[in-house]
């Protein structure tokens, strides 16, 4: 799909099992070369090639990924890409370890089918931080913005001279299970978001693409979804003399109108053990700690009920 006369967005589509499929948005500036905002899962360089033939270009002449993030819907074919085009990788210090070592990844956050949505480390070539500012090539000109919540070091670009915002994960999609580590992170990256001078457009990895006075509208709306959820988790928790994390997720569910996210697919096709100490413990200890230190906690897990953005 081609959204202006040099950006263009590919629908990558993937399984995580049979039951549960996914998609994510990959973006391509086009110009003198070819720029990347991250890379779909692995096997996805073989839809990115027929776009670009479809368009007279080819993979060879990419010479930058940005990489949003570290999860592998984001990174997964980064590896063969570097290795087709020789590109340059710029990507997060706080993932940095994950990006290059994906046992590393898996280890500490196990999901289905790991190793068939990514199945290569990559190199990071350029590490990138808040208010970096990229030169990659005339006329494309971006800046670097931290939005991390989502992951340890999620990150947003500007690209100056269009004004479009490549936001990755960091904006939650209002009736789904929001996806972040930490919620105060995420929440205050939403207030920045708010914040940055010149966007005329935002570009989600898993959501509408909306102009600058809608999508303020939206992260507004996701802001407000954040604090709602939180909110209600601790009061729940608080309130309950039975402090089984399922149940408790249940009444927030019914609590906020979500009934349609009780049954969580990815759980069902989980191992007891890795089901437990994946959603069950890890929820329990940010409650606790949300309710004896004021510290603001998830009710997301490690692998929540999504149509977009599971990872």
């Not at 890409?81 to 993932?95: D, H």
């Not at 409650?287 to 692998?303: G, I, P, W």
């Amino acid at each position: 799909m081609q959204i202006n006369e040099k950006l263009h967005r590919i629908k990558i589509n993937f399984s995580v099992t049979k039951e549960v499929e996914r998609f994510v948005y990959i973006y391509l500036i086009v110009s003198n070369y070819i720029h990347l905002i991250d890379t779909g899962v692995a096997g996805a360089e073989k839809t990115i090639q027929e776009y670009l033939k479809s368009i007279g270009r080819n993979i060879s002449e990419v010479k930058s990924v940005l990489l949003t993030h570290s999860h592998p819907d984001h990174i997964g074919s980064a590896y063969k890409i570097k290795e087709l085009s020789n590109c340059n990788v710029y990507a997060c210090e706080a993932e940095k370890e994950w990006f290059e070592n994906i046992d590393k990844q898996f280890a500490e956050r196990p999901i289905p089918n790991f190793y068939t949505l990514l199945n290569k480390s990559v190199v990071i070539d350029k590490v990138i931080k808040d208010s970096n500012v990229l030169k990659l090539e005339d006329g494309i000109t971006i800046k670097v913005f931290d939005s991390k919540g989502h992951s340890a070091g999620s990150l947003s670009f500007l690209w100056i001279e269009q004004g479009e915002l490549f936001t990755g994960d960091a904006i939650p999609v209002i009736g789904d299970i929001p996806i972040y580590i930490s919620v105060n992170d995420s929440i205050e990256t939403l207030k920045r978001l708010l914040c940055h001078n010149g966007v005329k457009r935002y570009l989600s990895s898993w959501d509408d693409i909306y102009d600058e006075k809608s999508g303020k509208e939206n992260i507004k709306k996701s802001l407000d979804y954040l604090v709602q959820i939180n909110t209600m988790v601790k009061k729940i928790y608080k309130g309950s003399n039975n402090k089984n994390m399922d149940e408790i997720y249940i009444q927030v569910c019914y609590a906020l109108d979500l009934n349609h996210l009780i049954h969580n697919q990815l759980c069902d096709i989980l191992p007891p053990l890795s089901t437990t100490f994946g959603i069950s413990q890890m929820l329990m200890l940010e409650v606790r700690a949300s309710c004896s230190s004021n510290l603001t906690v998830t009710v997301s897990t490690s692998y929540p009920r999504a149509p977009h953005g599971f990872f």
